[in-house]
């Protein structure tokens, strides 16, 4: 598809995209909220700038796969494939009932444009890898990408993937985590320390880019600088805001597992009504 280069515009298109997942959260009843709205940023650059791929063709060979390790921020998956085409937009207020094709977790042939299935916390980046193993051997040219949460550092799986991609020189696989701080019991730093990622990711031979996940220009100079990255495996270390847009969830983990109820949704929906007033006025930052 033909990628969004105005930021005014993708600013606009998250902003959105924000308003549709806790729609679809607030009518399942249950679901995760931080983790889909601190997100909402790099999903947008991902789908509407960076990343080829054609929902009218979802399995054109030369695309990008995007594979979603921390399947439970699949509000924020399931509402940009929508406002890609993917599917219908009104299709995600059934999220998470029954027969509806928008369950808690990704299933692969549910949809057209899922790439793998997820859930169990800690596999997706081997099986991004895997993927990434397999277009070098047949000698394609496109990119895995994998967004991870950073409480999946906490899993073993995780680094036997990281040993592996480094030992193949997987140039090809870049690894998006969604750095918020907060796992469903709290802070990530007093339930299981992680920091420092950088230092680590570099040790097992990775080349590390740290941003902020929310500044449009360098979530794109980020993957634009992975895609052109030769002879290691490409980590993207994202600093986001876990509620990101909605005050009363923002840094708050107690967020991370549960929908708004209806009061809380009208609040959220009118304080990102206001930031899109700020967007179009030129006065937000992103």
Known sequence: MTPIQDHKALALKAN???KDILISLNKAGSGHSGGPLGMADIFTCLYFNALKHDPAKPNWEDRDRILLSNGHICPVLYASMAHAGYFPVEELTTLRQLGSRLQGHPHRTALPGLETTSGPLGSGLSQGAGMALAAKMD???????????????QEGNVWEAVLLAAKYK???????????????????EDIMPLEPIKDKYEAFNWHVIEID?????QIIDAVTEAKNYKRKPILINAIT???KGVSYME???TWHGKPPSDEELATALEELEAVRT????????Y
Do not use: A
């Open 170 to 188: 997987l140039d090809n696989l870049i690894y998006i985590i969604d750095r918020n701080f907060i796992q469903i019991d709290g802070n990530t």
């Open 278 to 285: 700020q967007i179009e006025e030129g006065t937000y930052e």
């Open 251 to 253: 840094d708050d983990y």
């Open 139 to 153: 000698g394609v040219n496109h990119h895995i990408v994998v967004c991870g949460s950073d409480g999946e550092q």
């Open 16 to 18: 959105q995209i924000r």
């Open 241 to 243: 805001v876990p509620g």
């Open 213 to 217: 996940g929310h500044n449009y220009s």
